[in-house]
């Protein structure tokens, strides 16, 4: 399940992601989010935040995923992903310079960093 994550405004979409992600998050709550963010905003940022009831992610999901990532690839402006989970934080390290934009991966801890690191100028 994904969900909105409030106290952010302007460019920024949060989400937090728990249980085994799929297809409908994506469709549901993520992409409608973007869209709109990119509906007044030339780029957006990403805050995306997985905790420890994070299952995994269903392949729907992972279509969705990268479908929304490649049809607005040039409207990344940041992403920050906070996890502790070691294969998905690996995975995103792995990738980041295929990215049009800064990606910066927190620790579950450092959640508060992370909302800093995604709305400083």
Do not use: Q
Request: net charge negative; hydrophobic share 50%; with cysteine.
């Amino acid at each position: 399940m994904i969900s909105l994550v409030s106290g952010f405004s302007g460019n920024i979409v949060g989400v937090s992601a728990k249980g085994r992600l799929t297809r409908e998050d994506y469709e549901g709550v993520l992409i409608p989010a973007v869209e709109k963010a990119l509906a007044d905003h030339e780029k957006v940022r990403l805050y995306y935040e997985l905790g420890a009831e994070f299952a995994g992610v269903d392949v729907g999901a992972m279509w969705e995923d990268f479908k929304v990532g490649m049809a607005h690839y040039s409207k990344w402006e940041r992403i920050a992903i906070v996890t502790d989970v070691e294969w998905l934080a690996h995975s995103v390290n792995a990738f980041a310079f295929m990215m049009p934009c800064p990606v910066k991966v927190f620790k579950n801890g450092e959640a508060s960093a992370a909302k800093e690191w995604i709305a400083e100028a």
